[in-house]
């Protein structure tokens, strides 16, 4: 069965860079039109989309917030990495990953990883 | 960028219907996505491609978009539909958004 866990530390100082790996496993990220997204959400708050890396490498990021983040994947060890550099309590927040069949045709985000609760503070 | 509007809140009492709509531009004419959220769970896919439940999701979730608005519908909604609601666009160029959520009360 399909299944993602997210893993990185849940506690980072402000100014550092932030460092997530989702582990997945039931699908490969070499099968054509698969991707992984990560999607983060502040205590109480709405879902925020951040990067998406689809199977052909081909990569998006948040406009909002592109030129702090680093998606990268490793399809040998079924591994998606996200860097989002100079944290901010503002970035404090449930981060996820989820798997996205395709990236047109509105399939939607169907499998998605528990989360992992980033706080940062000094 | 790329807005899509939720109510805050919905409250609909139980076997009745509920609607949760989600608002953006020309919104019909891209794919929605719909999410349940309960506290302390991730998010679940309930609708896709507007109108397209997944496997396992209760036929009493329907689903449409048109115009600028699309609406995920709850009809004879139980106590344990209660939770967040997420809809979500994909556009080749804004890529992912998510409508700020509706939290439906089943009271």
């Known amino acids: 069965q399909v299944t993602l866990r997210e893993s990185g530390p849940a506690l980072v100082k402000p100014t550092q860079t932030l460092t997530l790996t989702c582990t997945f496993s039931g699908f490969s990220l070499s099968t054509g039109s698969m991707c992984v997204s990560w999607i983060r959400q502040p205590p109480g708050k709405a879902l925020e989309w951040l990067a998406l890396?689809?199977?052909?490498?081909?990569?998006h990021y948040n406009a909002s917030l592109k030129t702090r983040l680093t998606i990268s994947k490793d399809t040998s060890k079924n591994q998606v990495v996200l860097a989002m550099t100079n944290m901010d309590p503002v970035d404090t927040a449930t981060y996820y990953c989820?798997?996205?069949?395709?990236?047109?045709?509105?399939?939607?985000?169907?499998?998605w990883g528990q989360g992992i609760l980033v706080t940062v503070s000094s | 960028s790329y807005e899509l509007t939720q109510p805050p809140s919905v409250s609909v009492s139980p076997g009745q219907t509920a609607s949760i709509t989600c608002s953006g531009d020309k919104l019909g004419h891209k794919y929605a996505c719909w999410y349940q959220q309960k506290p302390g769970q991730s998010p679940v896919l309930v609708m896709y491609?507007?109108?397209k439940r997944p496997s396992g999701i209760p036929e009493r979730f329907s689903g449409s978009n048109s115009g600028n608005t699309a609406t995920l519908t709850i009809s004879g909604t139980q106590a344990m539909d209660e939770a967040d609601y997420y809809c979500?666009?994909?556009?080749?160029?804004?890529?992912?958004?998510f409508g700020g959520g509706t939290k439906l009360t089943v009271l």
């Open positions: 989820a798997r996205m069949t395709s990236m047109s045709g509105g399939v939607g985000f169907d499998y």
């Open positions: 890396i689809d199977w052909d490498n081909d990569i």
């Open positions: 491609q507007d109108s």
């Open positions: 979500q666009v994909w556009d080749s160029s804004i890529h992912v958004v």
